[in-house]
């Protein structure tokens, strides 16, 4: 199904696991502008969901950082945290089709079954749990159980793109046994209950677009169309994180920080003098590199 521009829906969904920086910002930016070149909504969600990673305050920090480069959702902010019903709703719904199975894996037993066999692709789960655990070990995570398919779709930055479900994806966690939703459940979830129709996000996420369209299907709900844009690295070539240092954004320099964004975007140099003359330009500059 496609979604109707005029109901265009966007969305902005950092993990508060740190203060906005250069990378979140030229995500934030571009899905921003994305929903304004198409006179569309643009939402924020915080991806709160996994409690030892969360830095208290982040969250509060990212969205004032965000107000002062002129960014604000166009809706009430959503926090994933407080939206457990719903996702046990669509795990429910995803047991009930016989699809889930519970995994008394942990990762190093992964491992050890992984390099056991020759060939077998890495961060692939080998199925050890799919016909029921051994009975005498807990069950840590809930996995889904993906089909011998392919699953494809078109980004629109850089096309096509295919992976094949047990080949290149396998069985992925839903849920762990304590209780914690994962993000792949979690964000199909969202996005669907926001009635989103366009993700625009960063590359790192690229090849989980699949297994979430996948995950879409199994729950009846209509895909997004997806871009993603490039990361912005540090100079070891990394994703800029906190796991990899990245610094909190200058927000006393809010334009500054916008115009870099922009030009990672691969959007002109704006000489701009205020933020709102910025996004103006911004915006017209987007529509006519972005919109078909
Ligand atoms: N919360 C994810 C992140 O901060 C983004 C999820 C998404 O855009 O689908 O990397």
Same mark, same amino acid.
């Given at each position: 199904m496609t979604p109707n521009r005029g109901q265009y829906r966007g969305r902005f969904a950092p993990s508060p696991t740190g203060p906005l920086h250069a990378g979140s910002l030229t995500t934030a930016l571009a899905s921003w502008l994305d929903a304004r070149a198409a006179g569309g909504a643009w939402i924020i969600r915080i991806e709160d969901l996994d409690p030892?990673?969360? !830095?208290? %305050?982040a969250a509060q920090r990212i969205l004032e950082a965000l107000v002062r480069c002129g960014l604000e959702s166009d809706e009430p902010v959503v926090f994933q945290s407080a939206r457990g019903e719903l996702y046990q709703a669509a795990f429910a719904r995803l047991q009930a089709a016989g699809l889930i199975y519970g995994c008394a894996c942990s990762r190093r037993d992964v491992d050890e079954v992984i390099e056991a066999q020759a060939g077998w692709?890495? %961060? !692939?789960?080998?199925?050890t749990c799919a016909a029921g655990a051994a009975p005498n070990k807990p069950i840590r995570a809930y996995r889904l159980r993906v089909p011998d398919a392919k699953s494809r779709f078109t980004d629109r930055a850089a096309g096509p793109f295919m992976q094949h479900m047990t080949n290149d994806v396998g069985d992925f966690v839903v849920k762990r046994a304590d209780g914690l939703w994962a993000y792949q459940l979690a964000v199909v979830v969202d996005d669907a209950e926001q009635k989103i129709t366009d993700i625009v996000r960063g590359a790192d996420l690229f090849d989980n677009t699949p297994r979430q369209i996948y995950l879409q299907r199994a729950l009846g709900f209509s895909t997004p169309r997806y871009l993603h844009v490039p990361l912005v690295l540090n100079t070891a070539g990394?994703?800029?994180?906190?796991q990899t240092g990245a610094t909190e954004l200058d927000t006393a320099h809010p334009l500054t920080a916008l115009n870099r964004a922009a030009l990672h975007l691969g959007l002109p140099d704006f000489a701009a003098h205020s933020i709102e003359a910025f996004l103006r330009l911004a915006i017209d500059s987007w529509r006519e590199k972005r919109q078909p």
């Open positions: 030892p990673r969360i !830095v208290p %305050g692709p890495a %961060g !692939v789960y080998p199925r990394e994703k800029l994180s906190k």
